[in-house]
Each structure stands twice: as C-alpha cells, then as structure tokens.
C-alpha cells in the first residue's frame, strides 16, 4: 500500500513539475513596434460615413435581387465623395453592384494587397424600430457616434478604406505594391455573385496576392476573461456553413388516434438527439496558434491552463467553442390543433470546424436522427477556409501597425465562426486575415445585426488610421 501511496505522490509532484514547466516558460510571441501617429481626422470624414449609412444596400435573401437605385445610389455618393479616387484607380464593377478599385503599383514586381469590406446590410426587425436612437437609414450623428445600420457591419471598413486613400493621395503617396479594394454587395447572404466573382476575376488577370484582408477580427474590450484592456484578434481562418433540411412525411390522421411514432413527435426527437449528439471538440489549427501567443498575457492561473492543454483540454476547447456547432433554426409542421401533420420540417445551422466538412456533417446527421427522415442541404453552403500563417510578411504587417497605434495591445491570432467574404480569396492570395480595429465590448455587441447599430467617432478615426498605415507599412 505504501509503495503505491509513493508511486501516487511521485505522479502527483510529475504532473505539477510538468504543468510548472510549461507554464514558467510560456514566452511572449508579441512584436516591438516603433509608435505611429494617428492621421488628422477632419469633421467631413464622420459625415462621409453617416451619408453612407442612408442607402439601403439591404440583402434579404437568395431570391431577392439587390435594389438597384440604393446600390447605384451609395455607388454615386463614393464616387462624388472620394474624387481623388475616382480620377486615379481603375474601377470595375463586378456583378452589376460590386466594386474593384485598382490602384496601380510602381513595382509591376511586388505582390499586391487586397482590402476587403462589404456594401450589404442586413435587414432591421420593423418591431424593434423605436427601441432605435435613431433611424437606422437616417445616417444621424450624435457628439460621439455616427449611427445607423452599416455602422459596424460593414461600411465603416469600406469608407474607411477610400478615405485612408483619399488621404494618402492628397499626400503624394504612391505605392510599390498594386492596392485593390474589393467591395461585395452580397457578403450577407453569402457573397455568391459578389465577392466569389470578384475573385474570379481577379485569378483569370493572373492576381496572385501578398494579403488579403477583410472584417472578422476586432479590437475586443474586456472581452477576454484575464485581459483588462484591449485584445487585437486577426483571424486566420473560418469555419464552414451549411444548413440542412429535416423532413419527416406520415400519413398523418386525427389527433384523437394518435399512432405511436408522431410526424412532430419524430422530429422534435431528431432535434434533441443532434443538439443531445453533437460532434466532438477538437483542438486544431488555428487553436494552438491561439493559445500560444494569448498565454504569455494572462495571469499565472490562467496561463497554467493554457500552457498545458493535454492537462485542461476540455476546458479550453469548450471555452473557445472549439468544435461543428449545431443549432436549430427553423420549424414548420400542422395545419389544426386535431390533425397530426403529414409533413413537419426543419432546419439545422452547422458551422463547420476545420479538419471536417459539409460531407462529415452529413454522415453525422445520418447517422444520429431516425431512418426515416429526409434530409437536404439548403441554399448556400462553404467548407472551412484554410488557415493563414502567422510567419508571413502580411501577419508581421498587422502586428507592427496594430501595435504601433495602439501600444502593448496583444495581437492574438484565431479562429472566427462567423461567415466573411475573404472566404473566397484563398485562391488569389498567399493569406487571408480578418481584422480591421472596430472595438467591440459588452455594450456594443449587440450591434452586430442587432438594434440601434452605431460607431463611435474616435473608433471610426482609429480604422482610417489602421488602414492608412497598412498601406504603407505594406509596402
């Protein structure tokens, strides 16, 4: 018994040396960056983008056409607003409604850059209409905030991006490496017919970028349990999306004579059992790239878990969602309170991890839910993106500009579960990151697709300045 006590002990004092070790020579994978100043700002930028925000560039769904007087509309205002623009780089647009501006490098040798945002806003609920400070389309600005919907998804970034080189014009500025702006009109419903043709354009010129980079990433406040301050996430991938269609078909009957499997009553337990069985968590790229570089930051509790993930896996994998999520989204089924249905349906939201796929969800389905169930994808549908790299001259880029304007935020790289255009741009691109520094916190989240969607003003002058910078230190 004593000699097993001593063998417990010794594990015991193994284990605690092993998670010690790990944990004390976590080093910092951030970057020295020289500081940089912040561009002037003028009053006018803040009304640019408030008069952005007034055009409904809505995207409802796949068999909505874009509304063509909004989109031409906006496509009136940028070209009236940003005439340096307009008279220096060449644009073509892509799908009636989507823009390509070129701006041409002196360097025909040199890679060039892809700056991404989208036109596309998402519909406003018309029941939550006076929870808003202001009109969603009536571009209003307060002292501080520019609000409207667009604000934060995604016309900041896209304004942002032609003022920065508005400005850098005015200067004299010129770059080495070819810049292109690439705007979708239909990133919220997928970006189908822009930003997927965009890139097929630019792969039939024979592009073939140093970076891209699109929205996904952001300056998070307070966010990150452990972190006071600001937290910068570049993404360097995305999980994929499919939905999928659950049909169940019976004879149906009179609610008095109810058989024993009920065409409702199967499906509700296909539901239960898919969220009861979902698939497992998993620790993939970009995940350990994650945890390195956010362990160094934390406090010792924390950067204990951290450094030992074969120790406390389960707990970080959860924490940072690390797995195919499932959610049930849609239902349907029945006619009268005393007729079972003949038909119920419904539908299931995947967001895929990388490593699996739309095929891997679909044996998984398959093989949880009853035999006698249909099942279909629905609409759009994408695998994983997959997954930049954290040594290449464009991460370098983003470390040293977020860095140089904003101090000792950490820069962490990661994984976003949402949906982006950059999706797309894997083929025309050594690598794809998702970040512009729109600074998220627990009052503003909702924003995202949510009521009363607005910017701050100085917020807004800190993505001019990123983008402003990109482009030089880029080049």
Excluded: C
């Excluded at 202001?134 to 571009?139: C, D, K, L, S, V």
């Excluded at 010129?174 to 792969?203: C, M, S, V, W």
């Excluded at 949880?368 to 997959?386: A, C, M, W, Y």
């Amino acid at each position: 018994m004593k000699r097993i006590l001593r063998i417990l002990l010794l594990l015991i004092i193994a284990v605690i040396a092993i998670v010690l070790f790990n944990t004390l020579t976590m080093n910092s994978q951030q970057v020295e960056a020289e500081p940089l100043a912040m561009p002037e700002i003028s009053d006018s930028a803040y009304y640019r983008l408030a008069g952005a925000l007034t055009y409904k560039t809505i995207s409802f769904n796949e068999d909505t056409p874009p509304d063509s007087a909004a989109f031409f509309g906006l496509h009136r205002f940028l070209a009236k607003s940003f005439p340096r623009v307009h008279q220096e780089m060449e644009l073509t647009k892509i799908s009636t409604y989507s823009l390509l501006y070129k701006w041409q490098g002196s360097d025909t040798s040199l890679k060039p850059v892809i700056l991404m945002s989208h036109q596309d806003v998402v519909p406003v609920d018309e029941p939550t209409l006076a929870d808003w400070e202001a009109g969603p389309f009536e571009g209003v600005m307060t002292d501080t905030h520019i609000l409207g919907r667009g604000a934060m998804d995604d016309k900041s970034t896209l304004v942002a991006g032609l003022e920065s080189a508005e400005m850098l014009l005015a200067e004299g500025f010129r770059p080495q490496r070819t810049i292109y702006f690439a705007f979708g009109h239909d990133e919220e419903i997928g970006g189908h017919n822009g930003a997927n043709e965009i890139a097929k354009y630019l792969k039939n010129q024979g592009v073939e970028a140093l970076v891209t980079l699109d929205e996904g990433g952001n300056l998070a406040d307070g966010l990150v349990p452990g972190i006071e301050g600001s937290v910068a996430l570049v993404n360097l991938a995305e999980k994929g999306y499919v939905s999928y269609k659950l049909r169940v078909e019976t004879a149906g009957g009179h609610s008095s004579m109810p058989p024993s499997e009920n065409t409702v009553g199967i499906l509700a337990k296909a539901i239960v059992d898919l969220e009861e069985n979902q698939l497992p968590y998993k620790m993939v790229s970009p995940l350990p790239q994650m945890l390195e570089a956010l362990g160094p930051e934390l406090p010792f509790t924390q950067r204990m878990a951290v450094a030992n993930p074969w120790l406390f896996g389960p707990f970080i994998l959860e924490t940072v969602n690390a797995h195919t999520t499932t959610a049930p989204t849609i239902i349907s089924g029945g006619v009268k309170d005393n007729v079972i249905p003949t038909v119920a349906e419904a539908t299931v939201n995947f967001r895929i991890l990388p490593g699996e796929s739309i095929e891997t969800v679909a044996a998984h389905i398959r093989e949880t839910v009853h035999d006698t169930i249909q099942i279909e994808p629905l609409g759009f549908k994408t695998n994983p993106s997959r997954i930049s790299s954290v040594e290449s001259k464009g991460y370098t880029t983003l470390q040293t500009t977020i860095r140089g304007l904003f101090g000792d935020v950490p820069v962490i790289p990661g994984l976003v579960g949402g949906g982006t255009d950059a999706r797309y741009f894997y083929d025309v691109s050594e690598d794809v990151y998702r970040f512009y520094p729109m600074r998220i916190n627990k009052d503003n989240i909702g924003g995202f697709h949510g009521i009363d969607e607005k910017i701050s003003k100085a917020n807004y002058a800190e993505i001019i300045g990123f983008t402003y910078h990109f482009i030089r230190n880029i080049q």
